[in-house]
């Protein structure tokens, strides 16, 4: 059988167009020819996801965004092409999440394997959006900008009071103390220098000074030897010998025990006393009016006056 032109011209246009209807849709991420499930989910913002983003489940790429469809309500209508044998529950979830700085948006498959009725093509799946770097980023940075900006008001508000304090005079007498701070720091660096000069100069009298509390150190090391072999617990023990027999005299002095007791407690020895020191007094008052009385010397055989008993007050202080 002998085609015709026409047939062969017919059948060259059909093929051509079967064939820009795939290539269309290969381009579009659509593969006619292959079998696989489609599944839908809607969501209130796809955040810059687009068509033929990989869909991926444990970071594995099993499928592909078919089409994003706005649906009247203003919803998005996501359509994925899910290429693997894998079984995916119905109660999964499709998870929108940033791949990387570069890498764009795409779908993520939290399955759930505790549900056993898996999906088919037509079924829907949960809808769940994680924020992108950015997104997140912005949220963390919000409070901290408000922070950012209360500080920068506070600032404001602390500036303004400070010029409102530092007037005229105030800035003079701050300039006033800058300047002598300055003349200060100057007379210490002139001290500095002259300490060092001193230092400089005294330099050998240092090191002799040093060189002798060497030596007094070593001095002092040698007799706090002496005293560590020295027997100072003997010592001590003489020491509280000596001591208990002071504490037993006292003792016995406070109780009237001995002569030194009996002097300081008993009254008759005291009164004694006191009565032996007044007519000491009388006596010595008697030689000093009446010597004569005591020592008597005469040439001619002069007859002694007689006694008069001394007044007890004739003594002037």
Known sequence: MKLTREIKTAVLVIVSILLFIWGYNFLKGKDLFETSTRVYVVYDNVAGLVNSAPVTLNGLAIGKVNSIDIQPDGKLLVEMQINTDFPISKSSVAEIYDSGLVGGRQIAIKPNFQDKDYIKTGDYLKASSKLGLTDALAQ??????????????????????????????????????????????????????????????????????????????????????????????QTVKNLEKTLASVDKIMGDIEKGNGTMGKLMKDETMYNNFSKASSELELLLQDLRLNPTRYVNVSLFGKKNKPYVAPVNDTIKK
């Open 140 to 233: 963390q940075l919000e409070p901290l900008q408000y922070k950012v900006q209360k500080l920068l008001d506070n600032a404001d508000v602390l500036f303004s009071n400070v010029n409102d304090i530092l007037d005229e005079k105030t800035k003079q007498n701050l300039k006033s103390s800058i300047s002598e701070l300055h003349k200060t720091l100057s007379e210490f660096s002139e001290i500095s220098n002259n300490l060092n000069g001193l230092v400089a100069d005294n330099k050998p009298k240092l090191n002799s000074m040093l060189t002798n509390f060497d030596k007094t150190s070593s001095n002092l090391e040698k007799m706090s030897d002496s005293l560590a072999k020295a027997n100072l617990g």
